[in-house]
């Protein structure tokens, strides 16, 4: 378990945690309990909603204090009188494949690795330094970070589409004219905007660590014109390098071990699968 003293991460923290509380006490109190009194299904909003501020939270938690794939420093300093690469070039030009030193480090980093000027450490297979959950985004932890977005947009979602229903189907003593009434409205709106806002943020991010995966390159490789690093790999196995070699419905689930789900190895051993390109 690592925590990264970041001014500015420790800040976008504090703001993520308010804005989940917040969207959490505006559905149970000012939507549920208001509008949904006598509605069966009440209960399983309930249930529901805080089952994904839940996992949320895990997802979150986990990118945030999990290693990002360090890479770990060396015993005794580095000879820098004998720096040198190891290994091959692609052939291409591409530098991608060959171990590079980092004199910050003083250490051997190998192929894809990076160094972070906020962790102070070289990351294997860096994309970048997210102050949102204070940490790299790394060979480790992308799947984390990648659970997280999904579990905020889903609850934008979720949030919004109870907004418009409280909306649509207010309840019979809601009256907009008294304090309690306008409280609410007022409430709900600032939630509605706040889930469009964090909906489309979180969005775009997700759509850009899609493609980083599938693609097999960085943000900093992209942004190097790298090229991808396996173009012959085949896009479910790209997948599975971030979450695991576990069942894809398993995927977005932060608690569970991917690696040793026997189901999933049964899943694995199917000749679908077992042969890849």
């Known amino acids: 378990m690592r925590f990264v003293k970041d001014p500015c991460g420790i800040i976008c923290l504090i703001i993520t945690y308010i804005m989940v509380i917040y969207a959490d006490y505006v559905v149970m109190r000012w939507i549920i309990l208001q509008t949904m009194q006598a509605n ?17 939270a895990m997802s979150h938690l986990k990118a945030v204090l999990s290693d990002p794939g ?24 591409n530098s991608s494949n060959e171990w590079t030193v980092c004199t910050r480090c003083e250490t051997y980093r190998p192929p894809r690795a990076h160094h972070c000027r906020i962790c102070k450490r070289c990351i294997r297979r860096m994309d970048h330094h997210c102050p949102w959950i204070n940490n790299c985004v790394g060979e480790r932890n992308q799947k984390y ?21 409280s909306f649509i189907y207010p309840c019979e003593g809601c ?3 008294n304090i309690e009434g306008q409280t609410r409205l007022l409430h709900c709106v600032i939630l509605l905007i706040e889930s ?20 097999d390159e960085t943000a900093i490789e992209q942004a190097q ?17 971030v979450f695991g070699r576990g069942h894809p419905a398993c995927w977005l ?25």
Not at 70 to 93: E, I, Y
Not at 199 to 210: E, K, N, P, S
Not at 225 to 241: E, I, M, T, V
């Open 40 to 56: 069966i299904w009440a209960p399983l909003h309930v249930v529901s909603f805080n089952t994904v501020v839940f996992l949320l």
């Open 196 to 215: 469009a806002l964090f909906g489309l943020f979180v969005l775009a991010i997700m759509v850009d660590q899609m493609h980083a995966i599938l693609y």
């Open 175 to 177: 009256n907009s004219e």
């Open 225 to 241: 014109q790298k090229g991808s690093h396996r173009p012959n790999r085949r896009k479910f196995y790209l997948l599975a390098d």
């Open 70 to 93: 360090c890479v770990p420093l060396p015993a005794n300093r580095l000879d820098f009188s004998d720096m040198h690469t190891v290994g091959k070039s692609t052939g291409n030009g």
């Open 145 to 165: 970070f990648l659970q997280f977005l999904v579990y905020v947009g889903v609850l934008a979602i979720y949030s919004a589409a109870l907004v418009v229903g």
């Open 253 to 277: 689930l932060p608690c569970t071990n991917f690696n040793s789900s026997s189901s999933a190895l049964r899943y694995y051993d199917t000749p679908l699968l077992s042969h890849e390109v």
